[in-house]
């Protein structure tokens, strides 16, 4: 089954599980509602910045998912903790 460009993204701004996607460079070109709902953030402070430009996840941890990504080409069930605007 092949999902069309309007079936993902009403999959992925909706789906309960916070979710980015960013571009080759790991600069994020979108964000899904939940996560900016569990982050505090707005999509105008996500979009065009790396996950290490907002200081949310741990710099090693993202470090480690890009690694994985860059050699295998995709990252599965890959978890992390993350600050929220806030700090909590």
Do not use: P, Y
Not at 4 to 15: A, E, P, V
Not at 38 to 45: A, M, Y
Not at 58 to 64: L, Y
Request: aromatic fraction near 8%.
């Amino acid at each position: 089954m092949i999902i069309g460009s309007d079936n993902f993204n009403r999959i992925f701004h909706n789906n309960l599980v916070g979710m980015i996607i960013s571009d080759e460079r790991h600069i994020i070109i979108d964000i899904n509602e939940h996560l900016l709902h569990l982050s505090g953030l707005t999509s105008g402070e996500v979009i065009g910045k790396t996950l290490l430009e907002l200081g949310l996840a741990d710099e090693k941890i993202v470090m480690e998912i890009w690694e994985e990504f860059e050699n295998s080409g995709f990252i599965l069930n890959k978890e992390s903790f993350f600050k929220t605007k806030d700090g909590a």
